[in-house]
């Protein structure tokens, strides 16, 4: 299937300071009793208050031999990318603002250093996600589906930590999806696990507001397997919110701005999907004539 092409990319500084414990194991002979490592993608902007606790608590649940943390700092201004190296994992940089930005740095720093990797988990910067998720989004992963949501708004006791504007955004966000796609979903869940291939192939476009909801609605429109388990949502540990628990205006410009990238991705993906098709019937037809 064709893709779209993917942008290019502004890197400022990669470092690829890795400890040895933070490698995946080397696998033996049979490949099957080793699996290819996940990536786990952290971009941050301006994080340096919290940065570093986030990245202690998920070192101390994840195996280090089967995830690689990469950290994306995306045109920040304060010492996230100096605190994060100090801690085993990969960390880029990148004067480009926007969450899609920071998310494609570190895809590509993990790119670079690993020769594989079978998936991506994207976790949040700011101490919202929870180390705990990870582990069942790759139980889910290990089932057969290609992506697999940590949907925040099905648990009651998300709400209190999440504003009213954030729970009322998010249902709309994911009944937005629904309409687009006609797959149920909860949840415009940052908190994600992708197949490598399967991303790949979504050649995402929407560096801002709109990469989250870009790739759900692309990943549907696929027919993709998509599963989604319940997730926490932590309150922010330091810093200024960018998007969740701003003011109902902000909340409001925001979500239009993320429902309008939706609309893009439906009509892109859709577009690519069935002249996928009609070409594999020509072909089918072609062959059949032969």
Same mark, same amino acid.
């Given at each position: ?25 080397? @696998? ?5 009793? @080793? ?141 937005? @999806? ?113």
């Amino acid at each position: 299937m064709k893709t779209d092409s993917i942008p290019s990319y502004s890197r400022v500084n990669d470092s690829f300071s890795i400890s040895s414990g933070s490698r995946p194991a080397t @696998c033996p002979a049979d490949e099957t009793a @080793c699996p290819l490592p996940i990536g786990i993608v952290i971009p941050a902007c301006n994080e340096e208050a919290c940065i570093g606790q986030v990245l202690e608590g998920l070192l101390k649940v994840i195996d280090p031999a089967r995830y690689v943390v990469a950290v994306g700092v995306n045109d920040s201004s304060d010492r996230t990318a100096e605190i994060a190296r100090q801690y085993p994992v990969l960390v880029t940089e990148t004067h480009l603002r926007g969450y899609g930005h920071g998310c494609r740095e570190a895809i590509d720093v993990l790119t670079k250093s690993l020769s594989a990797v079978s998936a991506y988990i994207f976790f949040a910067g700011d101490g919202a996600s929870d180390p705990r998720d990870v582990p069942p989004l790759t139980r889910a992963y290990e089932q057969g589906y290609t992506m697999v949501l940590g949907a925040r708004t099905a648990r009651r006791s998300n709400w209190r930590v999440m504003t009213l504007s954030h729970v009322l955004a998010n249902l709309t966000l994911g009944l937005w @999806c629904t309409l687009l796609t006609k797959r149920w979903f909860t949840d415009l869940a940052p908190l994600r696990l992708i197949d490598r291939q399967l991303f790949e192939a979504l050649a995402l476009q929407e560096m801002t507001f709109g990469w989250t909801i870009e790739a759900q609605v692309g990943a549907a429109i696929f027919g993709e397997n998509i599963c989604q388990i319940s997730a926490a949502e932590h309150p922010r540990l330091a810093g200024e919110q960018k998007v969740s628990g701003v003011t109902w205006c902000r909340t409001f410009s925001i979500g239009c701005r993320i429902m309008a990238a939706g609309w893009r991705a439906r009509r892109r993906y859709c577009h690519r999907f069935y002249s996928a098709a009609s070409a594999d019937e020509l072909t089918a037809g072609a062959q059949t004539s032969a």
